[in-house]
């Protein structure tokens, strides 16, 4: 049964800073490709960064782009989002998803792509 856990969200004033973790079992992480996802109230879900397994390629909305870092540790089967520069508009319920047999390509930021979920982490960010 494959599980993933979010966490390291809470409360930050803009400008601010956090890193959130997600970790996976039940399933090989390294052959997976990881995203983090984000959703606000009212919105649709939208990607936020991707990082393929193998090669290690990273991809991001033009809208983090600059601002947050993706990076995963295997041998921990760990993925991460560092989130520098916060802004009000960052404010969403962030999910991290797995999606195996594929790197990220075009289709990484559709949430159809991916075949797991983790259950989500809420980020608030006040102006």
């Known amino acids: 049964q494959v599980q993933m856990v979010e966490s390291g969200g809470g409360l930050v004033q803009a400008g601010g800073s956090l890193r959130l973790s997600c970790t996976a079992s039940?399933?090989?992480?390294?052959?997976?490709?990881m995203a983090w996802l984000r959703q606000a109230p009212g919105k649709e879900r939208e990607g936020v960064s991707c990082?393929?397994?193998?090669?290690?390629?990273?991809y991001y909305a033009d809208s983090v782009e600059g601002r947050f870092t993706i990076s995963r540790d295997n041998a921990k089967d760990t993925l991460f989002l560092q989130m520098n520069s916060l802004k009000p508009e960052d404010t969403a319920m962030y999910y991290c998803?797995?999606?195996?047999?594929?790197?990220?390509?075009?289709?990484?930021?559709?949430?159809?792509?991916?075949?797991?979920w983790g259950q989500g982490t809420q980020v608030t960010v006040s102006s």
């Open positions: 998803a797995a999606r195996a047999g594929a790197y990220c390509s075009g289709s990484w930021p559709r949430p159809q792509f991916y075949n797991y």
């Open positions: 990082i393929s397994w193998g090669s290690g390629s990273t």
């Open positions: 039940g399933l090989t992480f390294a052959d997976y490709t």
